[in-house]
């Protein structure tokens, strides 16, 4: 049996006890955020061990990004809950109006570059909450099988309210939060050396013991166009481009020997949709 059709098999294969299972999450970041991110998500959907997509709402590949999702409806789909654009000369706008939600915006109506320089600016929770909800609701409007919410570049516990109104949004459109079901977070390859991100991430999978986990990955191409991204924050600057380390881990997601490990260490691969199925037998 090939590797792929056994992971897929792994995938999908109902069980009746997971107590003793290794379950893992492979959750790729920011799609839609870049024209190279469909390529990367279309392949390690297919080809690699990618079980879900975080579907970014507000950059200009979004459309296209929702074009693909509803081509493929088996693929697990999930908004990637996001109020900053951290990208140097690649500005966001709000899904709403800037000026329905004006202090999540600078003075020309594009999303702060960072959490820190948005959250020093005080923004109103209820513009948050509504901002959040658009987001949701737009990729349902192009077609999106939405089956998790996440945020992006943030963490739940960065501002006070943000926490709730999340969990809210999660519990009105009776929705999963990713990093909220029990999983155990793996620190993933995402800062690693390029040429050390396969081998870490097999001893990374090697070393899984039973439980639920999640691995977030951020996949792309190596391309000008992922090159060109340099981020607003020094700490997270790549100097040797942001393509290379995204390519780098679509080529982990997709090679031989991540797939040969998770079979032979009898990691069961799983997504939020089957979470929520299994919550409701």
Known sequence: ?????SLIIMLFLPTISHAQDIRLIVRGDDFGMTQGSLLAFEKAFIEGVLTCGSLLVQPPWFEAAAELARKNPRWCIGVHLSIVGEWRGYNWRPVLPWDRVS???????????????????????????????????LAKKKGVDVQYIDTHYMGMDDYPGLKGVIQKIGHDYKLPISFQMGEKRLGGVYRVPVEKKKAEAIEMLKKLQPGLWLWVCHIGIDSPEQDALIHSAIEDIFVDGVGRHRAAELAVLTSPEVKSTILREGIKLTNYRELVKEERK
Not at 112 to 136: G, M, S, T, V, Y
């Open 1 to 5: 049996m090939g590797v792929l059709l």
């Open 103 to 137: 202090s999540l915006v600078d003075g020309d109506g594009f999303l702060f570059k960072d959490p820190r320089e948005l959250f020093k600016h005080n923004p109103k929770i209820e513009e948050i909450d509504a901002e959040l909800r658009a987001q949701i609701n």
